[in-house]
Protein backbone atom coordinates (compact mmCIF):
# COMPACT_ATOMS: atom_id res chain seq x y z
CA UNK A 1 0.00 0.00 0.00
CA UNK A 2 1.41 3.47 -0.76
CA UNK A 3 0.54 7.03 0.43
CA UNK A 4 2.56 9.15 -1.80
CA UNK A 5 2.58 9.57 -5.53
CA UNK A 6 5.33 11.05 -7.85
CA UNK A 7 3.77 11.95 -11.48
CA UNK A 8 6.53 11.22 -14.02
CA UNK A 9 5.18 13.64 -16.04
CA UNK A 10 4.45 17.53 -16.77
CA UNK A 11 1.32 20.12 -17.61
CA UNK A 12 -2.12 19.24 -17.35
CA UNK A 13 -1.92 15.61 -17.08
CA UNK A 14 0.48 16.05 -14.19
CA UNK A 15 -2.11 18.66 -12.60
CA UNK A 16 -4.69 16.31 -13.11
CA UNK A 17 -3.51 13.35 -11.40
CA UNK A 18 -2.66 15.41 -8.40
CA UNK A 19 -5.92 16.42 -8.31
CA UNK A 20 -7.07 13.03 -8.04
CA UNK A 21 -4.09 11.86 -5.48
CA UNK A 22 -6.15 15.27 -2.91
CA UNK A 23 -9.00 13.37 -3.63
CA UNK A 24 -7.88 10.17 -2.01
CA UNK A 25 -5.28 12.01 0.56
CA UNK A 26 -2.37 11.04 -1.08
CA UNK A 27 0.41 12.88 -1.14
CA UNK A 28 1.90 13.89 -4.16
CA UNK A 29 5.65 14.84 -5.87
CA UNK A 30 6.29 16.54 -8.81
CA UNK A 31 9.78 16.39 -10.95
CA UNK A 32 9.83 19.05 -13.21
CA UNK A 33 13.14 20.05 -16.08
CA UNK A 34 14.75 23.57 -16.26
CA UNK A 35 12.19 24.82 -18.70
CA UNK A 36 9.27 24.20 -16.19
CA UNK A 37 10.14 25.81 -12.95
CA UNK A 38 7.53 28.11 -12.94
CA UNK A 39 5.27 25.19 -13.81
CA UNK A 40 1.40 24.84 -12.48
CA UNK A 41 1.99 21.29 -11.60
CA UNK A 42 5.23 22.22 -9.61
CA UNK A 43 3.56 24.70 -7.70
CA UNK A 44 0.46 22.49 -6.72
CA UNK A 45 2.14 19.12 -5.84
CA UNK A 46 3.22 18.30 -1.71
CA UNK A 47 6.97 18.28 -3.08
CA UNK A 48 8.77 18.73 -6.07
CA UNK A 49 12.25 18.11 -7.84
CA UNK A 50 14.66 18.98 -11.07
CA UNK A 51 15.55 16.44 -12.74
CA UNK A 52 17.22 17.97 -15.55
CA UNK A 53 17.35 20.13 -18.56
CA UNK A 54 14.51 21.11 -20.65
CA UNK A 55 15.27 18.76 -23.58
CA UNK A 56 12.86 15.66 -22.78
CA UNK A 57 15.54 12.71 -22.92
CA UNK A 58 17.80 14.55 -20.50
CA UNK A 59 14.61 15.02 -17.93
CA UNK A 60 11.25 13.48 -18.36
CA UNK A 61 12.46 10.44 -20.11
CA UNK A 62 15.30 10.04 -18.00
CA UNK A 63 14.12 6.90 -15.81
CA UNK A 64 17.48 6.56 -13.64
CA UNK A 65 16.30 10.74 -12.50
CA UNK A 66 13.18 9.84 -11.71
CA UNK A 67 13.38 6.68 -9.89
CA UNK A 68 15.74 8.56 -7.80
CA UNK A 69 13.69 10.91 -6.70
CA UNK A 70 11.18 8.27 -5.98
CA UNK A 71 13.44 7.15 -3.42
CA UNK A 72 14.64 10.17 -2.01
CA UNK A 73 11.36 11.22 -1.51
CA UNK A 74 9.81 8.06 -0.04
CA UNK A 75 6.98 7.53 -2.79
CA UNK A 76 5.72 4.18 -2.86
CA UNK A 77 4.41 4.31 -6.60
CA UNK A 78 4.80 6.45 -10.26
CA UNK A 79 1.72 7.40 -12.34
CA UNK A 80 3.09 7.84 -15.82
CA UNK A 81 0.23 9.85 -17.11
CA UNK A 82 0.99 9.58 -20.95
CA UNK A 83 3.73 10.27 -23.49
CA UNK A 84 7.32 9.86 -22.16
CA UNK A 85 7.38 6.83 -20.04
CA UNK A 86 4.43 5.86 -19.77
CA UNK A 87 3.79 3.30 -22.87
CA UNK A 88 7.62 2.11 -21.53
CA UNK A 89 7.63 -1.86 -20.25
CA UNK A 90 11.49 -1.13 -19.30
CA UNK A 91 10.29 1.58 -17.20
CA UNK A 92 7.59 -0.38 -15.71
CA UNK A 93 9.66 -3.37 -15.02
CA UNK A 94 12.66 -0.92 -13.32
CA UNK A 95 9.94 0.04 -11.10
CA UNK A 96 8.99 -3.14 -10.11
CA UNK A 97 12.97 -4.12 -9.94
CA UNK A 98 13.00 -0.72 -7.27
CA UNK A 99 9.37 -1.85 -5.30
CA UNK A 100 8.14 0.98 -6.52
CA UNK A 101 4.16 0.39 -7.71
CA UNK A 102 3.93 1.00 -11.41
CA UNK A 103 0.43 2.59 -11.84
CA UNK A 104 -0.10 1.16 -15.15
CA UNK A 105 -0.43 -2.55 -16.95
CA UNK A 106 1.92 -4.98 -16.57
CA UNK A 107 5.34 -4.80 -17.88
CA UNK A 108 4.45 -8.04 -20.19
CA UNK A 109 1.17 -6.01 -21.17
CA UNK A 110 3.31 -3.01 -22.59
CA UNK A 111 5.29 -5.35 -24.25
CA UNK A 112 2.97 -6.84 -25.86
CA UNK A 113 0.39 -4.02 -27.29
CA UNK A 114 3.73 -1.86 -27.69
CA UNK A 115 4.78 -3.52 -30.86
CA UNK A 116 2.05 -3.11 -33.02
CA UNK A 117 2.85 -6.42 -34.96
CA UNK A 118 2.95 -8.31 -31.72
CA UNK A 119 -0.37 -6.97 -30.60
CA UNK A 120 -2.28 -7.92 -34.04
CA UNK A 121 -1.17 -11.42 -33.69
CA UNK A 122 -1.97 -11.61 -30.08
CA UNK A 123 -5.25 -10.28 -30.56
CA UNK A 124 -6.59 -12.16 -33.31
CA UNK A 125 -5.30 -15.14 -31.82
CA UNK A 126 -7.85 -14.09 -29.39
CA UNK A 127 -10.51 -13.77 -31.66
CA UNK A 128 -10.79 -10.04 -32.42
CA UNK A 129 -11.24 -9.31 -36.04
CA UNK A 130 -8.13 -7.04 -37.14
CA UNK A 131 -7.49 -5.05 -40.41
CA UNK A 132 -5.79 -7.58 -43.35
CA UNK A 133 -2.05 -7.08 -43.00
CA UNK A 134 1.14 -8.47 -42.13
CA UNK A 135 1.53 -11.09 -39.58
CA UNK A 136 4.47 -11.64 -37.32
CA UNK A 137 6.92 -9.56 -35.05
CA UNK A 138 7.36 -6.57 -37.36
CA UNK A 139 10.69 -7.62 -38.54
CA UNK A 140 10.32 -8.66 -42.43
CA UNK A 141 12.73 -7.04 -45.16
CA UNK A 142 11.54 -4.67 -47.91
CA UNK A 143 11.35 -7.55 -50.39
CA UNK A 144 8.91 -9.47 -48.19
CA UNK A 145 6.30 -6.91 -47.64
CA UNK A 146 6.61 -5.44 -51.37
CA UNK A 147 5.42 -9.33 -51.74
CA UNK A 148 3.08 -9.33 -48.93
CA UNK A 149 1.38 -5.84 -50.39
CA UNK A 150 0.82 -7.96 -53.45
CA UNK A 151 -1.50 -10.18 -51.57
CA UNK A 152 -3.49 -7.91 -49.64
CA UNK A 153 -3.46 -4.99 -52.47
CA UNK A 154 -3.79 -1.26 -52.61
CA UNK A 155 -4.63 1.09 -51.17
CA UNK A 156 -2.37 0.09 -48.18
CA UNK A 157 -0.76 1.90 -45.13
CA UNK A 158 3.23 1.49 -44.11
CA UNK A 159 2.88 1.72 -40.34
CA UNK A 160 6.05 1.82 -37.75
CA UNK A 161 5.17 -0.98 -35.39
CA UNK A 162 6.43 0.85 -32.19
CA UNK A 163 5.22 4.59 -30.90
CA UNK A 164 2.25 6.25 -33.16
CA UNK A 165 0.94 9.89 -33.56
CA UNK A 166 1.12 9.10 -37.74
CA UNK A 167 4.89 8.75 -37.28
CA UNK A 168 6.46 6.56 -39.60
CA UNK A 169 3.25 6.26 -41.26
CA UNK A 170 2.42 6.10 -45.38
CA UNK A 171 -0.15 5.61 -47.39
CA UNK A 172 0.45 3.26 -50.68
CA UNK A 173 -1.50 3.52 -53.47
CA UNK A 174 0.45 1.08 -56.30
CA UNK A 175 3.42 -0.99 -55.85
CA UNK A 176 5.49 1.47 -58.13
CA UNK A 177 5.64 4.36 -55.11
CA UNK A 178 5.80 1.83 -52.13
CA UNK A 179 10.05 0.99 -51.80
CA UNK A 180 10.74 4.85 -51.50
CA UNK A 181 7.59 5.28 -49.36
CA UNK A 182 9.07 2.03 -47.28
CA UNK A 183 12.25 4.10 -46.91
CA UNK A 184 11.25 6.88 -45.66
CA UNK A 185 8.55 5.11 -42.95
CA UNK A 186 11.70 3.41 -41.57
CA UNK A 187 13.81 6.00 -41.03
CA UNK A 188 11.07 8.12 -39.67
CA UNK A 189 10.30 5.25 -37.29
CA UNK A 190 14.15 4.98 -36.47
CA UNK A 191 14.10 8.86 -35.78
CA UNK A 192 10.96 8.96 -33.19
CA UNK A 193 11.14 5.75 -31.62
CA UNK A 194 14.55 4.01 -32.37
CA UNK A 195 13.08 1.19 -34.16
CA UNK A 196 12.61 0.89 -37.35
CA UNK A 197 10.73 -2.06 -37.89
CA UNK A 198 7.42 -1.37 -40.11
CA UNK A 199 4.28 -3.59 -41.21
CA UNK A 200 1.64 -3.05 -43.49
CA UNK A 201 -2.27 -2.42 -43.14
CA UNK A 202 -5.10 -2.55 -45.74
CA UNK A 203 -6.45 0.98 -46.15
CA UNK A 204 -10.17 1.21 -44.43
CA UNK A 205 -11.38 4.14 -47.04
CA UNK A 206 -14.08 6.00 -45.40
CA UNK A 207 -13.29 4.63 -42.23
CA UNK A 208 -14.15 5.94 -38.36
CA UNK A 209 -12.00 5.46 -35.57
CA UNK A 210 -13.63 4.58 -32.28
CA UNK A 211 -12.03 3.69 -29.20
CA UNK A 212 -13.07 1.71 -26.24
CA UNK A 213 -11.78 2.80 -22.73
CA UNK A 214 -11.52 -0.09 -20.38
CA UNK A 215 -10.55 -0.77 -16.95
CA UNK A 216 -9.44 -3.80 -15.03
CA UNK A 217 -8.50 -4.95 -11.66
CA UNK A 218 -6.52 -7.46 -10.35
CA UNK A 219 -8.99 -9.80 -9.72
CA UNK A 220 -9.63 -10.54 -13.07
CA UNK A 221 -12.32 -8.40 -13.64
CA UNK A 222 -13.05 -6.20 -17.08
CA UNK A 223 -15.13 -3.90 -18.09
CA UNK A 224 -15.67 -1.16 -21.11
CA UNK A 225 -16.74 2.52 -20.02
CA UNK A 226 -18.42 3.12 -23.62
CA UNK A 227 -16.88 4.42 -26.97
CA UNK A 228 -15.32 7.73 -27.96
CA UNK A 229 -15.66 9.23 -31.34
CA UNK A 230 -12.10 10.44 -32.59
CA UNK A 231 -12.69 10.64 -35.96
CA UNK A 232 -11.84 14.25 -36.26
CA UNK A 233 -7.68 13.92 -37.16
CA UNK A 234 -5.14 16.10 -38.86
CA UNK A 235 -2.57 13.76 -39.84
CA UNK A 236 -3.56 11.06 -37.92
CA UNK A 237 -3.64 13.50 -34.47
CA UNK A 238 -6.80 13.82 -32.93
CA UNK A 239 -8.20 17.32 -32.47
CA UNK A 240 -11.62 17.10 -31.22
CA UNK A 241 -13.64 13.95 -29.64
CA UNK A 242 -16.73 13.02 -28.11
CA UNK A 243 -18.66 10.50 -26.36
CA UNK A 244 -20.86 8.92 -27.19
CA UNK A 245 -20.17 8.45 -30.76
CA UNK A 246 -22.72 9.56 -32.96
CA UNK A 247 -22.01 6.76 -35.56
CA UNK A 248 -23.73 4.63 -32.62
CA UNK A 249 -25.58 6.51 -30.57
CA UNK A 250 -28.75 4.82 -29.55
CA UNK A 251 -27.42 1.69 -31.30
CA UNK A 252 -27.33 -0.33 -27.85
CA UNK A 253 -26.46 -3.78 -29.15
CA UNK A 254 -23.63 -2.43 -31.48
CA UNK A 255 -21.97 -0.78 -28.61
CA UNK A 256 -22.21 -3.65 -26.39
CA UNK A 257 -20.81 -5.81 -29.04
CA UNK A 258 -17.79 -3.35 -30.01
CA UNK A 259 -17.42 -3.15 -26.11
CA UNK A 260 -17.05 -7.09 -25.80
CA UNK A 261 -14.34 -7.65 -28.26
CA UNK A 262 -12.65 -4.61 -26.43
CA UNK A 263 -12.61 -6.44 -23.28
CA UNK A 264 -11.74 -9.58 -24.72
CA UNK A 265 -8.43 -7.85 -26.84
CA UNK A 266 -7.81 -6.47 -23.26
CA UNK A 267 -7.88 -9.66 -21.74
CA UNK A 268 -6.08 -11.33 -24.05
CA UNK A 269 -2.93 -9.75 -22.39
CA UNK A 270 -3.77 -10.21 -18.84
CA UNK A 271 -4.26 -6.05 -18.49
CA UNK A 272 -4.87 -4.64 -15.67
CA UNK A 273 -5.81 -0.71 -14.84
CA UNK A 274 -6.92 1.65 -17.46
CA UNK A 275 -6.15 0.99 -21.58
CA UNK A 276 -8.22 2.39 -24.89
CA UNK A 277 -8.56 0.26 -27.85
CA UNK A 278 -8.91 1.38 -30.90
CA UNK A 279 -10.87 0.27 -33.98
CA UNK A 280 -11.60 1.28 -37.60
CA UNK A 281 -15.00 1.02 -38.47
CA UNK A 282 -16.92 1.07 -41.99
CA UNK A 283 -19.90 2.56 -43.33
CA UNK A 284 -21.25 -0.87 -42.72
CA UNK A 285 -20.28 -1.44 -39.29
CA UNK A 286 -17.79 -3.78 -39.44
CA UNK A 287 -14.68 -3.02 -37.24
CA UNK A 288 -11.01 -3.96 -36.95
CA UNK A 289 -8.65 -3.84 -33.85
CA UNK A 290 -6.09 -0.81 -34.62
CA UNK A 291 -4.29 -0.46 -31.42
CA UNK A 292 -4.12 -0.61 -27.70
CA UNK A 293 -3.09 2.34 -25.59
CA UNK A 294 -1.87 1.13 -22.70
CA UNK A 295 -2.22 4.41 -20.59
CA UNK A 296 -4.48 6.95 -19.67
CA UNK A 297 -5.52 8.17 -22.66
CA UNK A 298 -5.73 12.02 -23.25
CA UNK A 299 -9.62 12.16 -24.32
CA UNK A 300 -10.20 10.53 -20.60
CA UNK A 301 -12.15 13.40 -19.51
CA UNK A 302 -15.23 13.05 -21.93
CA UNK A 303 -15.90 9.42 -20.65
CA UNK A 304 -15.48 10.94 -17.14
CA UNK A 305 -18.23 13.32 -18.27
CA UNK A 306 -21.05 10.41 -19.78
CA UNK A 307 -20.05 7.89 -17.52
CA UNK A 308 -19.90 10.09 -14.27
CA UNK A 309 -16.68 7.56 -13.17
CA UNK A 310 -13.46 9.22 -12.09
CA UNK A 311 -10.78 7.13 -14.37
CA UNK A 312 -7.43 8.15 -12.28
CA UNK A 313 -9.05 8.14 -9.02
CA UNK A 314 -10.39 4.19 -10.22
CA UNK A 315 -6.62 3.72 -11.33
CA UNK A 316 -5.24 4.72 -7.97
CA UNK A 317 -7.60 1.84 -6.33
CA UNK A 318 -6.68 -0.21 -8.51
CA UNK A 319 -2.77 0.00 -7.91
CA UNK A 320 -3.82 0.06 -4.31
CA UNK A 321 -5.10 -3.32 -4.78
CA UNK A 322 -8.91 -2.73 -4.62
CA UNK A 323 -11.70 -4.22 -7.15
CA UNK A 324 -13.43 -2.16 -9.52
CA UNK A 325 -15.90 -0.05 -7.79
CA UNK A 326 -18.55 -1.15 -10.94
CA UNK A 327 -20.24 -3.43 -12.68
CA UNK A 328 -20.32 -3.42 -16.61
CA UNK A 329 -24.42 -3.78 -15.81
CA UNK A 330 -23.39 -0.25 -13.65
CA UNK A 331 -22.22 1.66 -16.83
CA UNK A 332 -24.40 4.24 -18.33
CA UNK A 333 -23.70 6.50 -20.35
CA UNK A 334 -26.21 9.72 -19.95
CA UNK A 335 -25.69 12.60 -21.98
CA UNK A 336 -22.87 14.25 -24.36
CA UNK A 337 -19.52 15.20 -24.10
CA UNK A 338 -17.02 17.14 -26.56
CA UNK A 339 -13.31 17.69 -26.05
CA UNK A 340 -11.46 20.71 -27.98
CA UNK A 341 -7.40 19.91 -27.64
CA UNK A 342 -6.88 23.78 -27.68
CA UNK A 343 -2.49 24.18 -29.07
CA UNK A 344 -1.24 26.37 -28.80
CA UNK A 345 -0.08 26.64 -32.59
CA UNK A 346 -1.26 29.13 -35.69
CA UNK A 347 -4.08 27.18 -37.95
CA UNK A 348 -3.66 29.74 -40.75
CA UNK A 349 0.15 28.90 -40.94
CA UNK A 350 -0.37 25.21 -41.67
CA UNK A 351 -0.62 24.70 -37.87
CA UNK A 352 3.21 25.69 -36.57
CA UNK A 353 3.33 25.87 -33.40
CA UNK A 354 3.37 29.28 -31.25
CA UNK A 355 5.64 29.55 -28.47
CA UNK A 356 6.12 32.44 -26.04
CA UNK A 357 4.69 34.28 -22.98
CA UNK A 358 0.63 34.25 -22.13
CA UNK A 359 0.45 37.77 -20.68
CA UNK A 360 -3.50 36.83 -20.65
CA UNK A 361 -5.57 33.79 -20.14
CA UNK A 362 -9.69 33.78 -19.73
CA UNK A 363 -10.61 30.73 -19.32
CA UNK A 364 -14.68 29.44 -20.26
CA UNK A 365 -16.50 28.51 -16.91
CA UNK A 366 -20.30 28.18 -16.69
CA UNK A 367 -22.62 25.44 -16.83
CA UNK A 368 -21.01 22.17 -18.25
CA UNK A 369 -17.95 23.00 -18.51
CA UNK A 370 -14.71 21.81 -17.62
CA UNK A 371 -11.17 22.98 -18.24
CA UNK A 372 -8.09 20.56 -17.87
CA UNK A 373 -4.99 22.59 -18.31
CA UNK A 374 -1.44 22.89 -16.69
CA UNK A 375 -0.63 26.58 -18.08
CA UNK A 376 -1.79 30.44 -16.52
CA UNK A 377 -1.29 33.89 -17.12
CA UNK A 378 2.45 34.17 -16.87
CA UNK A 379 3.29 30.96 -17.99
CA UNK A 380 5.70 30.57 -21.01
CA UNK A 381 4.92 28.31 -24.00
CA UNK A 382 8.23 26.66 -24.42
CA UNK A 383 9.61 24.98 -27.59
CA UNK A 384 10.69 21.72 -25.79
CA UNK A 385 7.14 20.42 -25.12
CA UNK A 386 3.82 19.08 -27.20
CA UNK A 387 1.62 22.40 -27.53
CA UNK A 388 -1.40 21.48 -25.59
CA UNK A 389 -2.86 24.09 -23.33
CA UNK A 390 -5.78 22.44 -22.70
CA UNK A 391 -8.54 20.31 -22.74
CA UNK A 392 -11.78 22.23 -23.17
CA UNK A 393 -14.58 20.14 -21.86
CA UNK A 394 -18.06 20.18 -22.27
CA UNK A 395 -21.29 18.20 -21.40
CA UNK A 396 -24.75 18.61 -22.01
CA UNK A 397 -28.50 16.64 -22.32
CA UNK A 398 -28.06 15.85 -26.19
CA UNK A 399 -25.36 16.19 -28.71
CA UNK A 400 -26.97 19.60 -29.81
CA UNK A 401 -26.57 21.02 -26.40
CA UNK A 402 -23.07 20.04 -26.24
CA UNK A 403 -22.08 21.81 -29.51
CA UNK A 404 -24.03 24.96 -28.22
CA UNK A 405 -22.25 24.68 -25.43
CA UNK A 406 -18.54 23.98 -26.58
CA UNK A 407 -19.44 27.29 -29.21
CA UNK A 408 -20.26 29.14 -26.06
CA UNK A 409 -16.95 27.90 -24.29
CA UNK A 410 -14.64 28.74 -27.53
CA UNK A 411 -15.80 32.25 -27.59
CA UNK A 412 -15.04 32.89 -23.84
CA UNK A 413 -11.59 31.45 -24.44
CA UNK A 414 -9.35 34.41 -24.84
CA UNK A 415 -5.65 33.70 -24.88
CA UNK A 416 -2.94 36.18 -25.25
CA UNK A 417 0.35 36.15 -26.29
CA UNK A 418 0.66 33.41 -28.37
CA UNK A 419 -1.22 31.43 -31.01
CA UNK A 420 -4.39 28.99 -30.87
CA UNK A 421 -5.73 26.30 -32.79
CA UNK A 422 -9.51 28.28 -31.46
CA UNK A 423 -10.48 29.88 -34.85
CA UNK A 424 -10.02 25.64 -36.09
CA UNK A 425 -12.22 24.44 -33.50
CA UNK A 426 -14.68 27.16 -33.83
CA UNK A 427 -15.40 26.47 -37.68
CA UNK A 428 -14.99 22.80 -37.57
CA UNK A 429 -18.33 23.27 -35.18
CA UNK A 430 -19.85 25.17 -38.11
CA UNK A 431 -19.82 22.00 -40.61
CA UNK A 432 -22.65 20.76 -41.91
CA UNK A 433 -21.19 17.35 -42.13
CA UNK A 434 -20.13 17.75 -38.51
CA UNK A 435 -23.62 18.85 -37.49
CA UNK A 436 -24.70 16.04 -38.83
CA UNK A 437 -22.24 13.28 -37.57
CA UNK A 438 -21.62 12.82 -41.32
CA UNK A 439 -17.83 12.40 -40.96
CA UNK A 440 -14.55 9.76 -40.94
CA UNK A 441 -11.25 10.05 -40.59
CA UNK A 442 -10.37 11.85 -43.55
CA UNK A 443 -12.51 14.98 -43.09
CA UNK A 444 -10.02 17.19 -41.63
CA UNK A 445 -7.84 16.98 -44.36
CA UNK A 446 -9.93 16.16 -47.55
CA UNK A 447 -13.48 18.05 -47.16
CA UNK A 448 -12.73 20.90 -44.43
CA UNK A 449 -11.39 24.70 -45.33
CA UNK A 450 -10.92 26.88 -42.70
CA UNK A 451 -11.62 29.79 -45.34
CA UNK A 452 -14.71 27.73 -46.64
CA UNK A 453 -16.96 26.91 -44.15
CA UNK A 454 -18.83 24.60 -46.39
CA UNK A 455 -17.58 21.48 -49.08
CA UNK A 456 -18.49 18.22 -50.17
CA UNK A 457 -22.24 18.45 -49.34
CA UNK A 458 -23.11 15.70 -51.97
CA UNK A 459 -24.34 12.89 -49.56
CA UNK A 460 -26.76 12.84 -46.95
CA UNK A 461 -27.76 17.03 -47.79
CA UNK A 462 -30.87 16.28 -45.96
CA UNK A 463 -29.62 14.61 -42.77
CA UNK A 464 -27.43 17.61 -42.56
CA UNK A 465 -30.02 20.27 -43.15
CA UNK A 466 -32.54 18.38 -40.88
CA UNK A 467 -29.48 18.24 -37.73
CA UNK A 468 -28.47 21.83 -38.52
CA UNK A 469 -32.35 22.89 -38.41
CA UNK A 470 -32.47 21.06 -35.07
CA UNK A 471 -29.54 22.92 -33.67
CA UNK A 472 -30.68 26.08 -34.93
CA UNK A 473 -34.28 26.32 -33.48
CA UNK A 474 -32.05 24.89 -29.98
CA UNK A 475 -30.11 27.20 -30.15
CA UNK A 476 -33.14 30.33 -30.63
CA UNK A 477 -35.75 28.59 -27.96
CA UNK A 478 -32.39 28.94 -25.47
CA UNK A 479 -31.67 32.63 -26.50
CA UNK A 480 -35.24 33.71 -26.64
CA UNK A 481 -34.70 36.65 -23.99
CA UNK A 482 -31.31 37.92 -25.59
CA UNK A 483 -31.38 40.79 -28.27
CA UNK A 484 -28.23 39.86 -29.67
CA UNK A 485 -25.54 37.66 -29.30
CA UNK A 486 -22.34 38.46 -29.77
CA UNK A 487 -20.32 37.05 -32.18
CA UNK A 488 -16.60 36.86 -31.34
CA UNK A 489 -13.71 37.81 -33.17
CA UNK A 490 -11.69 35.18 -34.25
CA UNK A 491 -8.58 37.43 -34.12
CA UNK A 492 -6.76 38.26 -30.40
CA UNK A 493 -5.60 41.36 -31.86
CA UNK A 494 -9.22 43.15 -30.90
CA UNK A 495 -8.88 41.55 -27.62
CA UNK A 496 -5.45 42.81 -26.82
CA UNK A 497 -6.00 45.99 -27.65
CA UNK A 498 -8.58 46.45 -25.47
CA UNK A 499 -6.73 44.58 -22.43
CA UNK A 500 -3.98 47.39 -22.94
CA UNK A 501 -6.44 49.68 -22.81
CA UNK A 502 -7.82 48.98 -19.44
CA UNK A 503 -4.54 48.33 -17.77
CA UNK A 504 -2.93 51.79 -19.45
Excluded at 94 to 116: E, N, Y
Excluded at 338 to 364: K, M, Q, W, Y
Excluded at 410 to 425: D, K, Q, S
Excluded at 438 to 449: C, G, H, I, L
Aim: aromatic share 8%; glycine share 8%.
Amino acid sequence: MFNKVLIANRGEIAVRVIRACRELGLQTVAVYSEADRQALHVRLADEAYYIGPAPSRESYLRMDHILDVAKKSGAGAIHPGYGFLAERSDFSQACVDAGIRFIGPKPSAIAAMGDKAIARATVAAAGVPVVPGTEGEGSLTDEELLKAAQDIGFPLLIKATAGGGGKGMREVRNLDEMPGLLESARREALAAFGDGNVYLEKLIEGARHIEFQIIADEDGNTIHLGERECSLQRRHQKLLEESPSPFIDEDEDFRQKMGAVAVKAAKAVGYVNAGTIEFLVDKDKNFYFLEMNTRLQVEHPITEEVTGLDIVTEQLRIARGRPLSLTQDQVKLQGWAIECRVNAEDPHNNFLPSTGFISHLTVPTGPGVRVDTGVYAGFNISPYYDSLISKLVVKGESRAQAILRMRRALEEYHVVGVMTNIPFHQRILEQARFIAGNFDTRFVEERFSLEKAEEGMETHPEIAAIVATLVANEQAERSAHIISRGKRDTSNWKWVSRWERIHR
